[in-house]
Nanobody
Framework: VQLQASGGGLVQAGGSLRLSCASSGRTINSYPMGWFRQAPGKERELVAAISSGGSTYYLDSVKGRFTISRDNAKNAVYLQMNSLKSDETGIYYC?????????????????WGQGAQVTVSS
């Protein structure tokens, strides 16, 4: 499984971005998926996750502003980010887990995309 993240960029605080994660090769439709963020000088953390059945998990600070979704026909997962804040600047990674439930801990994920830079200016 090779994951490709896209959609990052520069946006003003309060703006929106939509990240996409596409898989080449094997389908990810049965895999729990996660979006992680690594801010400068901080550890990588889970921002949102989605199970194969569509159940979702969100970091408390993004609830109501971020939406994770998946499109099985396109073999892709998305992260819609609204009302972005400057401290949400970082590299966003998509990750896939080979089965099981969506997990918070990154070590449970087996495949990683290359990351998409998101910069939120204040």
């Amino acid at each position: 499984v090779q994951l490709q993240a896209s959609g990052g960029g520069l946006v003003q605080a309060g703006g929106s971005l939509r990240l996409s994660c596409a898989s080449s090769g094997r389908t990810i439709n049965s895999y729990p998926m996660g979006w992680f963020r690594q801010a400068p000088g901080k550890e990588r953390e889970l921002v949102a996750a989605i199970s194969s059945g569509g159940s979702t998990y969100y970091l408390d600070s993004v609830k109501g502003r971020f939406t994770i979704s998946r499109d099985n026909a396109k073999n892709a997962v998305y992260l819609q980010m609204n009302s972005l804040k400057s401290d949400e600047t970082g590299i966003y990674y998509c990750a896939a887990r080979r089965g099981g439930l969506a997990a918070v801990v990154e070590t449970y994920y087996h495949y990683w995309g290359q990351g998409a830079q998101v910069t939120v200016s204040s």
